[in-house]
């Protein structure tokens, strides 16, 4: 049982909230996942459909099929439209045939509850698919997402049209997380973009004992809610459980230590505390974590209507973004969540572009632009938008070769050649 205490949010309130939305989306670090799993369950279990992406599956169509094979099996009366249409390669047929699916499944309220949405790339086949999932689904279903990253489309105009809520951005996940203490707690430190270190009390662990304890610890920051299973596939995938068990244990141990040895040597403060299958974050400690502020300011520069309250916040983030997370490591686990931040990154200079763009502040605009093509170079469209105001600035040189970087790019990458928008851009640099 969820103690609603913690977020101070109640059945009735959280319905209300979400009362005709078709999509929720979970904001990430807050405790609203396992708060609204058990709100549904005590509401409604048989209209509650759950669904936890696998890490195998990379692709969408990977993760349609996993969604399909987990829910027909588990409820033995899901998936005829879905069934009929998974082998093929429509993305909006998929989306179609869900929703017929799962407004089929019941005539009562049915949520689909989509963890770990993350793993999914948010393409723009994905971005088709959720738009065309939303237009098709039916009044008595909802979508709830809980993803550790949250990108700015196809959500903020699903946020913009109504159709969408984000829940949990009322305060810092600190906040959110631990219920308060009469007495000050220590405070950890940990900045994750670039080398990566940590300081306790104000004092920096120098000394790990090995580089195993440090990835672990990175690991539980920058995964708040993880299960035992999920650590041991991360870290030892090969090992027999009761060695992987050991280890984890001793691993864990050393971590507790090093903390321990920078507050008072003569007790020990754990960084996790074991609950309900999940390890969580600890309670005696206050938690500051560079990523989790960087993530929080740029999702929440997506929900605000306020353009000045956006621009505070993006500039805020980007200046955060110092380096890529955890350089110079290269654990799967690390260089997976480095490639998501590098992307939220580029995606928060681009929003940046964009506003000084629409001021017609050009030298700004085409600043972070350009920055964001340093980690983007893929982006056609961020290419076109640099042309544009070369265009509007009467600098053709300059637009032709930013065309010619751009052909450049898709050809050497991709092999193939620009888009037709870009071709019409092109033309009018040679009017």
Known sequence: MVNETVTEVSLDAFRERTKGKKIVLLYPWTSYRNLFLTHALQADEKGLLYYRIQQKQATLKQWMAGLLEELSQGTGKFGENLSSVVKGNKVVAWAEALAADLGAYRKGAVHLFIDEMDRVPFDSDFERFIRALVKALPANVQIIVSSRQLTYEPWHSLLTQGQAVVLGTEKRRDEVMFAPEPKARPQL?????????VLVNGQMITNWD??????????????PLVTRREIFETFWPNLPTKEATNVFHVTKRKISERISLKIDPTKTFELTQYGSGFYTPSEKLTRHYDVTDFQADVERAMITADEAEEENLLQRAVTAYRAPFLQDDDMPWMVERREKLRQLNAQALINLGRIYKRRQEDPKALGFFSRALTQTPEREDIHREVIQIYLRLG??????????????????????????????LYNLIED
Do not use: C, T, W
């Open 189 to 197: 430190e940990v900045y994750a973009f670039g080398r990566g270190y």
């Open 395 to 424: 600098m053709k040189a300059d637009a032709r070769n930013q065309y010619n970087r751009l052909s450049e790019i898709l050809r050497d990458q991709y092999n193939i050649g620009p888009s037709r928008e870009s071709i019409e």
């Open 210 to 223: 090995g580089a195993l304890p440090r990835n672990l610890f990175f690991y539980f920051l920058d995964r």
